[in-house]
């Protein structure tokens, strides 16, 4: 199942980023931690291109406390990028992102040279919370000011330090396959985009290779770790719907509503804290998508 979404508001959000850009000192991607590569937007390197990235891995509080180190390692090691890991009870998360745009562009700063940032993400990412957590009362919604479109907003997070945020924005073409079910089980894609069954199945399948104890604490199938990983994922599905009263007619399992159950405790982290991706699963999937 190939899972592809364009919203119409697409194209626009192309050009006000593709024009603001060139006015920017350091773009901002916020991502998902639990799925930091599905999570970046592939367009937006195309149209921001060498300008310094710091990388947000938001949600942090949701994500593997294991997992969230190799993924600000994996993007700080690459060059003109930082990445800093965030979540929304973050008390002062203003700070940690002016400190971070100005190691990546220190000839900035001052009322001379105010810092121009530019803040991104997909969907579902916790874009706005942070926004709102960092803005206040500051928040300007514009159209306002002269040269700042009615889509983008432009907030004074100091004398010295502006943020120019762009609508939601979403990739034309999802090129990794898993990413697409991951972006679906995250919750970031609208429901109508996708199979739920499917998107749960997946992920069962990758929670039994990965956090097959969590999913033993969570639904008490009285296995261990071994044998759930051993489990067709359907035959797992099946089995967490019986757990959980997931039935219709017959003695049957209702499969649909089990799948939202476990889409449901997946999103709010009722399983535990979960990272559906590393970054060498990542460059694997990327290295085998461009090959199709
Ligand atoms: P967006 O602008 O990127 O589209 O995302 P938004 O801020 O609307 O956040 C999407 C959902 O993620 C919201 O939940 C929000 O509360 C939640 N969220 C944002 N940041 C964090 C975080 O760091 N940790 C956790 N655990 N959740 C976060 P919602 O259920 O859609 O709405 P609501 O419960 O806030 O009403």
């Known amino acids: 199942m190939a899972i592809q979404w364009f919203p119409g ?10 024009e603001r850009v060139k006015e920017i000192d350091v773009v901002i991607e916020v991502l998902d931690a639990r799925l930091p590569g599905s ?12 300008k310094p990235r710091l990388q947000v891995l938001n949600k942090q509080d949701l994500a593997d406390a294991a997992r969230t180190p190799l993924w600000l390692d994996w993007y700080n090691a690459q060059s003109d990028t930082r990445a800093i890991a965030l979540d929304a009870s973050e008390p002062a998360p203003t700070r940690r992102l002016i400190e971070a745009c100005k190691l990546l562009a220190p000839n900035r700063g001052g009322m001379a040279k105010p810092m121009r940032v530019l803040i991104c993400g997909i969907p579902n990412v916790g874009k706005s919370t942070l926004i709102n957590s960092m803005s206040g009362k500051r928040q300007a919604k514009t159209g306002d000011e002269a040269g700042i479109t009615k889509l983008e907003q432009r907030i004074v997070l100091a004398d010295d330090f502006y943020l120019w945020d762009t609508p939601g924005m979403l990739w034309p073409r999802i090129i990794v396959e898993q ?5 679906a089980a995250s919750g970031a894609v609208g429901r109508n985009a996708y199979d739920e069954e499917l998107v749960a199945l997946e992920l069962l399948g990758y929670l039994q290779k990965n956090y097959a104890d969590m999913l033993e604490a969570r639904y008490k199938l009285g296995l261990d770790n071994e044998r759930i990983a051993a ?21 049957r399992v209702n499969v649909q509503k089990a799948a939202e159950l476990v889409l449901t405790d997946f999103r709010a982290a009722v399983l535990g804290r979960i990272t559906l991706e590393t970054p060498e699963e990542y460059a694997q999937w990327l290295a085998v998508g461009q090959q199709r």
Not at 9 to 18: A, E, G, Q, S, W
Not at 39 to 50: A, C, M
Not at 179 to 183: I, K, R, V
């Open 9 to 18: 508001h697409m194209n626009l959000t192309r050009k006000v980023i593709t």
């Open 39 to 50: 999570s970046s937007n592939p367009l937006l390197q195309e149209l921001t291109g060498h």
């Open 179 to 183: 990413s697409g079910y991951n972006l």
């Open 231 to 251: 489990l067709h994922d359907d035959e797992l599905l099946d089995a967490i719907g019986r757990r959980r009263g997931a039935m219709m007619g017959g003695g």
